[in-house]
């Protein structure tokens, strides 16, 4: 499983951005926290899925935050 770290920020309309530091192109949003969260594992894995097919190698995750998302999709990936 490959987990990074989630940062959220409320924004002026009340919905809820989510970014991940270690992958600075994957951004989401919601209404909520768990919809923000939600989308961001989506984002993750979408992002995820770029760098593969594109053969460039996973960021190591530095787990920074509190927050984090986890993808279990690339097990037999490893990060750089």
């Known amino acids: ?3 990074y770290s989630l940062q959220l920020a409320d924004r002026y309309d009340g919905m809820v ?3 991940i530091p270690d992958l600075p192109e994957a951004m989401a ?3 909520d926290i768990d919809e ?3 989308e961001a594992r989506r984002v ?5 899925e770029s760098y593969a097919a594109e053969g460039r190698p996973f960021p ?3 787990l920074c935050g ?3 998302v986890s993808t279990d ?3 037999s990936l490893q990060p750089a």
């Open 66 to 68: 509190r927050l984090t």
């Open 44 to 48: 993750l894995e979408t992002t995820l």
């Open 29 to 31: 949003m919601g209404r």
């Open 73 to 75: 999709r690339f097990v």
């Open 60 to 62: 190591l995750p530095s």
């Open 17 to 19: 951005i989510a970014t």
């Open 1 to 3: 499983m490959l987990t």
């Open 36 to 38: 923000a969260c939600d």
